[in-house]
């Protein structure tokens, strides 16, 4: 790939295609220019070595860039062409994908490309080419990569958030705000809050990255100062980092305002500043002995690591794997979780320091006591005050505790439960058929299975929009829930548009029937989505312990899985059995 410059922004595709230029090599292995006002201009050639032509992804990971032109030619004429960028709306890319994902009809022999590419922020061009069936699994697996990452992450803003309401600890809340910034800035940095929630918000989204750099550096910043407690500690370093504070919400408010070009190289450049302060200071309390501070520099070491190979990638230095791609999020992560650590880590050390200070308190009063009896008064004064104290410290600690229990059974329950359907989820559903499965075998009573699923449910999510396929499920899930209403009996989605049901010492007969009622119902019902009428049918298949020796609980959900197989293959909107021998 060869690359032009153009500072003036004068070239366009003509006058590429028409004029020589001094075309330059790249040195190094990704084409990454920093921040520039300059346009590059690119050029390579793709060689279709077959007979006939072949349709391919082009993929520009770099979501970000403001205008990105790119030619596809064939003896100076243009075939095909794409204008994309954060600039134009997301419904206009020719691939909905955060990343730029552009199709080409390659030609037989060469096809010369043309790309150009113009930004307020840096200039890169880390060019791939996909088969088309490759790069969806590619994305797939990328995108539960970052799930991940941004789960973890959510996570601990929401664990640290109720931490802050517990125990009203500012530096909670610094951190709380650091870690929703950092996230929301990836977020930003990956192009998925264009691509999931903000994708029509064009002027929100030109400045969002730096908004999102200015909140994490004022909310380090402000971190640091608590959690080192620098104004009584470093009285210097204090005022050196609430003037930096200063400036990053200035920042903050001007990045609403100034330009993106201008306010996302201030904001890269203050969070060179920040970073490298907050774990300086951190040493240098860590030298002062600061136990605290261990796992606060244990933090910001293994993210100026993870940066640093990231950096390094971008360079071409390190070669890019998936470890070196995403260093710079383990690097945070790893931050995150420490400096929650740490913050914990800090509480400890301070209840330990109240205990020691009651302890030490007791002991002069015992001392007191044999003192003057002047004192006398006095001592029972203290004492009443220094036991409501501990009232008050025990009933607070109690209240979180309380809040806090209070919030595990409300994770316990939506662990459990289908957010969509409110039904439980098929890992509940799997926990309690194995508990069932086992008591059946052991009584030797009846146990049956009942496999749901709604026909042609694809025809409802293309013709009515997954809006009302999302109804669809809600309508049958109530359907179930208001037909099975057994208190041992399970309803559970398993799954998409396939549901399942767990009937205690019910003989297959039973489940049959039960099966063909839940059939009729649910074809003579309908309900309404965006004003329109729709009805559904769904097919059945129904399997119970009785009809062979089964070993596992697995086998009985298969033998259910295979009838509802054949309901299907005959016509659906129907009631099948699992018969012996039938897989």
């Not at 890169?124 to 069936?133: D, N, R, T």
């Not at 650091?178 to 940095?189: C, D, M, P």
């Not at 100062?225 to 050196?240: D, G, M, S, V």
């Not at 049956?448 to 669809?472: M, P, Q, R």
Request: contains cysteine; glycine residues 4%; negative net charge.
């Amino acid at each position: 790939m060869l690359v032009l410059k153009d500072p003036e922004h004068s070239e366009n595709i003509t006058s590429i295609l028409n004029s020589q230029h001094d075309w330059q090599t790249i040195q190094r292995t990704s084409p990454n220019f920093g921040f520039t006002d300059t346009a590059f201009w690119f050029k390579f050639s793709i060689n279709n070595l077959e007979k006939s032509s072949q349709n391919i992804y082009i993929e520009l990971p770099i979501p970000f860039l403001d205008n990105v032109q790119i030619y596809n030619t064939i003896d100076k004429e243009i075939l095909q062409q794409y204008s994309v960028g954060d600039k134009y709306p997301f419904s206009e890319r020719p691939v909905q994908h955060q990343n730029f994902i552009l199709p080409f009809e390659l030609s037989p022999g060469e096809n010369f490309m043309y790309m150009r590419i113009a930004s307020a922020g840096t200039v890169e061009a880390p060019l791939s080419i996909w088969k088309m069936s490759d790069h969806a699994h590619a994305s797939a697996d990328n995108n539960l990569v970052q799930g991940i990452w941004a789960g973890i992450i959510g996570i601990m803003v929401i664990y640290n958030l109720l931490l802050f309401f517990s125990i009203r600890d500012i530096s909670y809340l610094y951190y709380v705000f650091f870690a929703f910034g950092y996230l929301f800035f990836q977020i930003s940095l990956k192009g998925y809050g264009f691509a999931y929630i903000w994708p029509n918000q064009l002027e929100w989204n030109s400045y969002a990255i730096s908004v999102f750099i200015a909140l994490c550096n004022m909310s380090v910043v402000l971190l640091t100062i608590a959690f080192l407690n620098l104004k009584k500690t470093i009285p210097l370093a204090f005022r050196i980092m609430s003037f930096i504070a200063v400036i990053s919400a200035a920042l903050l408010v001007l990045s609403f305002i100034a330009p993106y070009s201008l306010t996302v190289r201030v904001t890269s450049i203050m969070t060179l500043i920040t970073c490298s302060f907050s774990l300086i200071l951190g040493y240098i309390a860590l030298y002062k002995g600061n136990e605290d501070a261990r796992y606060y520099c244990l933090a910001w070491t293994a993210t100026f690591i993870g940066i640093g190979i990231l950096g390094a990638v971008k360079f071409g230095i390190f070669t890019a794997n998936f470890w070196t791609n995403n260093a710079g999020q383990i690097g945070v992560m790893v931050l995150v979780s420490l400096l929650s650590l740490a913050l914990a880590s800090r509480i400890n050390r301070e209840k330990e320091m109240r205990l020691q200070a009651q302890d030490s308190v007791l002991e002069s009063e015992k001392i007191a006591r044999h003192s003057q009896a002047e004192l006398l008064e006095s001592q029972t004064n203290a004492n009443s005050k220094l036991e409501a104290k501990v009232s008050e410290r025990t009933q607070s600690m109690q209240r979180a505790l309380t809040e806090l229990e209070h919030a595990n059974s409300r994770l316990e329950l939506a662990s459990t439960t289908d957010a969509l359907t409110t039904l439980f989820n098929r890992g509940h559903f799997e926990t309690r058929l194995n508990i069932e499965f086992k008591r059946a075998v052991r009584h030797k009573r009846e146990l049956s299975i009942i496999l749901c699923d709604i026909d042609f449910f694809k025809t409802v999510n293309d013709s009515y929009g997954h809006k009302a396929g999302d109804e669809c499920l809600r309508h049958l899930a109530l359907i179930l829930k208001n037909t099975i209403t057994r208190s041992g009996d399970i309803i559970a989605r398993y799954g998409g548009e396939e549901f399942i049901i767990l009937l205690v010492d019910t003989p297959l007969e039973q489940a049959e029937y039960l099966a063909q009622n839940l059939c009729d119902e649910i074809k003579k019902t309908a309900f309404e989505s965006n004003n329109q009428v729709i009805t559904f049918t769904a097919s059945f298949g129904v399997s119970s312990l009785s009809q062979e020796t089964i070993e596992s609980a697995d086998s009985l959900v298969n033998h259910a899985d295979f009838a509802l197989y054949e309901a299907k293959n005959n016509g659906r909107n129907q009631v099948k059995t699992w018969r012996v021998g039938q897989d």
